[in-house]
């Protein structure tokens, strides 16, 4: 996935990032591309967070790895204790579902579903 941010909001689109898709996520956050001061900072996206929490200059574009293989076998089922442990400190059923669905890259609607007839 390619993103074209803000230096100013960077530091934040990079902490939801590694809350979403998980923060062993590999990212590229590349800097000034094709000038003099060009520069591309690359790992998981809970290091490059943490490094672009300093503050970040200049046009960013962010480039964040797939999901890996493994990560696609988990079900609806599997994550439906996370959906419910979210609710559990105050997020309602349909944001927590909605979060874990986006981590894991499963349907929406699946996750929620599974956190239903999990209650």
Do not use: N
């Not at 994550?79 to 979060?99: F, I, M, Y």
Request: glycine residues 6%; hydrophobic residues 50%; contains cysteine.
């Amino acid at each position: 996935m390619v993103f074209f941010e803000s230096p100013h909001r960077i530091a934040a689109t990079l902490a939801d990032m590694a809350e979403a898709f998980g923060g062993e996520r590999v990212v590229a956050v590349c800097r000034e591309l094709t000038k003099p001061y060009e520069e591309v900072r690359r790992g998981p996206l809970a290091e490059v967070a943490a490094w672009a929490a300093d503050g970040v200059r200049g046009e960013i574009t962010v480039v964040v790895a797939g999901a890996d293989a493994h990560a696609r076998d988990v079900t609806a089922a599997d994550v439906a204790a996370q959906v419910l442990e979210a609710v559990a400190t105050g997020t309602r059923l349909k944001d927590a579902a909605s979060a874990v669905a986006l981590r894991h890259g499963l349907p929406k609607r699946d996750v929620y579903e599974a956190a239903l007839a999990a209650r």
